[in-house]
């Protein structure tokens, strides 16, 4: 008999592998059956919805980029907040808070370094962030928008890969990301 799966199991399951990954053994010790125990269900379950546990890890690592993505990306159509520097200020620090309250993406990032699907995901995942800076730094008038908003995305995931080793914001490396911003975007 084939085991069906609903929403609420398979996003039981991701926030299960959500909590796993910030454990001591990360992405590497989990396995189908210590997602279903986290998750309080059946492995069938897990293999329904899933197939693999390297399947899992893709979908897990899309997951949590979406959860980082959802808590940063509002912040541009902020109402009230005209196109230019404070909006893309007031992004680039959601995106580094968004990263602090969700560890477990950079994480599995860092785990799965080695993983081709992964690393797909994560440049895919940084053009686009790289194309929405281009798009507000193109209302400033400034010269090379799409180098600049390949270097400030480049500069914003450094700055949260370093926040995330230290498991808090670096105000210095905050202020530094944001007088580089000051000075291209006046």
């Known amino acids: 008999m084939e085991t069906k799966t609903t929403t609420v199991q398979r996003e039981a399951l991701l926030k299960a592998g959500e909590l796993l990954v910030c454990q001591p053994a990360g992405a590497a010790g989990m396995t189908a059956a210590s997602v279903s125990r986290q998750a309080g ?3 069938a379950v ?4 899933f197939k693999d546990i390297e399947q899992f890890k893709s979908d897990l690592l899309t997951y949590l980029m ?3 993505r959802a808590d940063a990306l509002p912040m541009m159509g902020m109402g009230g907040t005209s196109p230019g520097r404070d909006r893309i200020w007031r992004t680039m620090e959601a995106f580094l808070d968004a990263n602090l309250r969700h560890p ?3 994480a599995l990032a860092y785990d799965l370094r080695t993983d081709a699907r992964a690393l797909d995901q994560l440049r895919r995942r940084t053009t ?3 194309v929405v800076f281009k798009l507000e730094l193109d209302t400033t008038g400034k010269p090379d928008s799409a180098a600049a ?3 400030f995305t ?8 370093a926040e995330h080793e230290a498991g808090h914001a670096l ?3 905050r202020r530094a990301l944001f007088a580089m911003l000051r000075g291209y975007v006046s």
Not at 46 to 49: E, G, K, P
Request: proline share 0%; charged share 25%; net charge negative.
């Open 171 to 173: 105000v210095d490396m």
């Open 104 to 106: 477990a993406m950079r």
């Open 66 to 68: 979406d959860t980082v």
């Open 41 to 43: 269900l059946d492995e």
């Open 149 to 151: 908003a390949r270097l």
């Open 128 to 130: 686009g962030y790289s």
């Open 46 to 49: 897990f293999v329904a919805a």
């Open 154 to 161: 480049t500069m914003t995931v450094d700055t949260a890969r």
